[in-house]
């Protein structure tokens, strides 16, 4: 509704006055307000993509974890994500390492081969 009140009011010529000028002000702080808010909005979804996780690996290592890895996922650089493997230990902590690392694929390898049992088992079952 105030949309085409404003509308009308921004569409005529300002020989009014200075007290009729009013709804032109009002309309104008109205506009920007929402032009405001769009924008805000739009940084904030530009900003957070439901896609990723809150962190990613931003550096990786070399040494093997002293924690019994359970699982990993594959990360691809995006940066400030840096490509890596992400091993998730028993206690619930994320390792970030080299993927081109021999312990590293040997690992992968492992879970990857154990899981495949799991759901084998469950399969069969």
Do not use: Y
Not at 45 to 62: I, L, M, N, Q
Not at 63 to 84: G, N, S, T, Y
């Amino acid at each position: 509704m105030w949309v085409s009140q404003c509308s009308a009011a921004l569409h005529t010529e300002d020989t009014s006055p200075k007290d009729q000028r009013q709804p032109r002000i009002m309309c104008s702080m109205k506009i920007m307000l929402c032009m405001a808010l769009i924008a805000a909005v739009v940084v904030v979804k530009a900003s957070v993509d439901p896609g990723k996780f809150s962190s990613c690996c931003t550096k990786v290592s070399a040494a093997k974890p002293k924690v019994h890895l359970v699982d990993f996922l594959r990360q691809k650089a995006d940066p400030p994500c840096v490509e890596a493997v992400m091993f998730i230990g028993e206690d619930g902590s994320i390792r970030c390492s080299r993927p081109n690392l021999p312990w590293v694929i040997q690992k992968v390898k492992e879970i990857s081969q154990r899981k495949e049992a799991l759901r084998n088992n469950e399969s069969n079952a």
